[in-house]
């Protein structure tokens, strides 16, 4: 997500699979576990799509998930704390 931070509209093609890289600055995260979840939008709502969590490691400033292909359309990945804060948002396209 850091990386497309600042790029209005990502697309991604079918077919392909997703990578997530979350990134920290040292001491900078106040949790230990984080969770990554993708909604696909679609007639005004958003369903979940894909929900993965894992500790944060304690050697690595960042945190590195796959999410296999996913279909066609538009979706809005969350990187959440355990508590439920939301840490970063980003919207993306398969198409």
Known sequence: ????????????????????RFQWEEG?????????KIDKKG??????????????????????YMVEPLDPGKYHVQVITKDGETLEDKEFAVE
């Open 43 to 64: 007639d005004g709502k958003e369903e979940e799509e894909v929900l993965l969590g894992r500790r944060t490691p304690s050697t690595a400033h960042y945190i590195y």
């Open 1 to 20: 997500i850091k990386t497309v931070a600042g790029v209005d509209n990502v697309v991604i093609s079918p077919g392909a699979p997703v990578y997530i």
């Open 28 to 36: 900078g995260l106040k949790t230990d576990y984080l969770k990554v």
